[in-house]
């Protein structure tokens, strides 16, 4: 079974920690993605990326970055971590075209205190 | 250019009862559908696709829906509810690339 796995289900930080979320596949998949989701707010895609080392910005990427070293893995990166970034953050992968839709990992819920 | 439309943020429905929830999209190319569902605290799970074909497509856990090109509509059913079936379903539709854009999303609750 394909799997897209997020190494945390909850996180609590402390505002102005780096916050590291990490997002592995098995799929081989090219594409990768960040959301976080948001009472009311849906999901806001944050950064994705079509390529190792290669990424370009979603809709809300302030306040964070991302890393994809290998294809397999892909790191958001809260650089200093804020109360307003406390969310539900899901990460998915997709083959290029995503015409099969996208694989969703189950969630990394992170509160900021 | 694509965008989705879910009508209705709640829905409440009795057990036993029929499930409809409203998905709407916009595509300038033909469409590519799906519906997700999302159990508290869970990432999203696919629950049904449609990419060309049948028109009416069954999923997972008893849901179909049905694409209507002429009403630009993708609505989701399953005859009976069941306490299981409380969640949030995404409607999310993908024109020609790598890119889903997603409904608001409709929270189901199901009363016994």
């Known amino acids: 079974d394909v799997k897209v796995t997020q190494s945390s289900r909850y996180l609590v930080k402390r505002t102005g920690e780096k916050v590291f979320l990490e997002c592995v596949q098995d799929m081989d998949h090219e594409n990768m993605f960040w959301y976080r989701q948001d009472p009311g707010l ?12 290669m990424k370009e910005k979603g809709d809300i990427p302030e306040g964070y970055s991302v890393s994809r070293e290998k294809k397999e893995r892909f790191s958001l990166i809260l650089e200093s971590a804020s109360t307003n970034q406390t969310s539900m953050y899901l990460c998915a992968s997709s083959p290029p075209t995503a015409w099969d839709g996208y694989t969703f990992g189950s969630g990394t819920r992170l509160t900021v205190v | 250019a694509q965008s989705v439309t879910q009508l209705g943020s709640h829905v409440s429905v009795s057990e036993g009862a029929l499930v409809l929830l409203r998905c709407n999209y916009s595509s300038s190319v033909p469409p590519y559908l799906f519906w997700y569902v999302q159990y508290p605290n869970q990432g999203l799970q696919l629950l049904l696709k449609y990419t060309t074909g049948a028109t009416l497509v069954k999923g997972i856990n008893g849901f179909e829906a049905e694409f209507k090109k002429s009403e630009t509509s993708f609505h989701l059913t399953k005859p009976s509810a069941h306490m299981s079936d409380a969640a949030e379903y995404f409607c999310a539709v993908n024109g020609n690339d790598y890119k889903l854009s997603f ?9 016994a």
């Open chain 1, 42 to 53: 849906g999901l806001r895609l944050i950064y994705f990326s079509y390529d190792v080392k």
């Open chain 2, 103 to 111: 409904g608001a999303g409709t929270t189901v609750t199901v009363r």
